[in-house]
């Protein structure tokens, strides 16, 4: 014997809610997205880190890098959605490549070194000379070619004093040799170095300053 229609109708709404409990059980949670500077931003937008430098930081999808290395003080990057070698870098560095202090030959010296693992030929840079923290800098902008895999990076690098030393930032874009490179993340970069600030005298200047 059938059970009448009426019987079967009434379960319906308790089956499938036991259905949606049990979608909900096995759906993973959200992923939360935690903001490593989170703690460190100030009231003005501004980043303080580390008690000794405070900036800007370039907005999402640009991610701090985890340095393990001393290339650079403070780093992040950007990928694409066009996959590798699509992706931006920008950073801070207290120890560029070189050791002259003069902004023309530190930059020759800097060239030498940099990215010297990626197997990139530099074109000769365009300098050009600007104001950093007040005073004299230089900027060098050049493209590297990397001819085995056909890659090609667009470097802007901006030298700059802290104190008596020479410190410098640097960006750079990778691309395919086809592909055309994103000024927006090039903007980022200025907008970052121009926040850029010290908030205490660095290690060498406290270590040369004289005792009265």
Known sequence: MKPA????????????????????????????????????????????????????????????????????????????????PCQSTLAYAEEPFGYSLDFEERQGEFFKRFLWASRVTFAAPELRKVKVFGQDGLEAITVGVEPVLRHK???????????ERVVAFYYTQWRSEDKSFDTADEADFDRLAKSFGFLQPSFYERLFTKSP
């Open 153 to 163: 990076v667009r470097c802007k690098i901006i030298f700059a004093r802290r104190g």
């Open 5 to 84: 229609p009426t019987s079967r109708f009434t379960f319906r709404p308790l089956i499938a809610a036991c259905a949606a409990l049990l979608f909900a059980a096995c759906t993973p949670a959200a992923t939360v997205v935690t903001d490593p500077l989170a703690g460190l931003r100030q009231a003005d937008g501004t980043v303080v880190w580390q008690q000794e430098y405070s900036f800007v930081p370039p907005p999402a999808p640009w991610q701090l890098i985890d340095l393990d290395e001393d290339d650079y003080s403070i780093a992040f990057m950007k990928l694409c959605s066009d996959g590798y």
